[in-house]
């Protein structure tokens, strides 16, 4: 129970300094001072704060669009491991459960956009859905290439701490899967090159589009899940390329969450250097990935 209890802990108080990190370092890049680190928690409790409006044109699943986005990485969180620190629940095949539980989310929120009638929403519920179908296979080769090297369907095996030996032996693969997978970070979390979160421009939004119509303390859960779906898939980058297990509980959440850091600072560099890319482009980088993925699982066949 107590493992439990600091796995969220760490997930719901954590997740939002994620996004401020990547502000302040794309504020950084542009000489700005830029908002202060806390304020993603601000903007949380400003939005809670507010009351709900929903269109009476809408129905329930307008409403559960949210709710659902808000619960599923909670779910996502306690199948994987924070680093060296267990998941507080494991099972032979949970990688499936982990991945199509970001797919249930994406459903609702697809359907919550299509619910208002709105034809900008459903062109970006369109946009979203085609994306994340080509981003899909990505993720699950990545994760075949990972069972293969751990012998286990697990998410707590294939994170475990043979990747440290792993690395030694299988360093190409393993490498092809963090560049595959920070990709796919980018990719579902709306980010640039692929997306632009602060875009206001209809014809090019992608995510923020779907979301037009939300306000309040349904805005605050979108925006609350998303910074946790974030740190969630991150938590694969940062295992893989930090796979230390010191033994000291508090070391290895600090090692963890320092990772979490880091790859949100290469999130916000990422965004600073590069240019959102075509959409047409989108497709064939996504497809890309798809392909280098596999090549990884060809070399764990040798």
Known sequence: MLQLLLHLLVLLLFAPLMLGVITKTKAWFAGRIGAPLLQPYWDLLRLWKKGFVFSR???????????????????????IPFGALSAPFSFN?????????????????AAAALDTGSSFEGMGAVREVTFSCLAEPTVLFGLIVLARLSDGLALQNLLGPHLSQAWLTMSA??????????????????????DDPNTHLELTMIHEVMVLDHSGPALGMILYGAAMKMMVLGALVVRLVLPLNTGMLWLDLLI?????????????????????????R???????????????????LR
Do not use: H, K
């Not at 044109?57 to 199948?79: E, H, K, N, Q, S």
């Open 57 to 79: 044109t809408t129905t329930w699943v307008f409403r559960a669009g949210p709710v659902v986005g808000l619960v599923i990485p909670i779910l996502a969180a306690l199948l």
């Open 282 to 300: 989108i497709p064939q980088m996504l497809i890309g990935t798809t392909l280098l993925s596999a090549f990884a699982l060809v070399l764990t």
């Open 93 to 109: 095949g949970d990688l499936i459960l982990f991945v199509y539980l970001f797919g249930l989310s994406r459903f609702f929120t």
């Open 173 to 194: 693969p393993l490498g092809l899967v963090v560049v595959c997978l920070l990709i796919v970070v980018l990719v579902e979390n709306s980010r640039i090159p692929f």
């Open 256 to 280: 963890f969450l320092g990772g979490e850091l880091l790859l949100a600072v290469l999130i916000g560099v990422i965004e600073s250097i590069m240019a959102r890319l075509r959409m047409p």
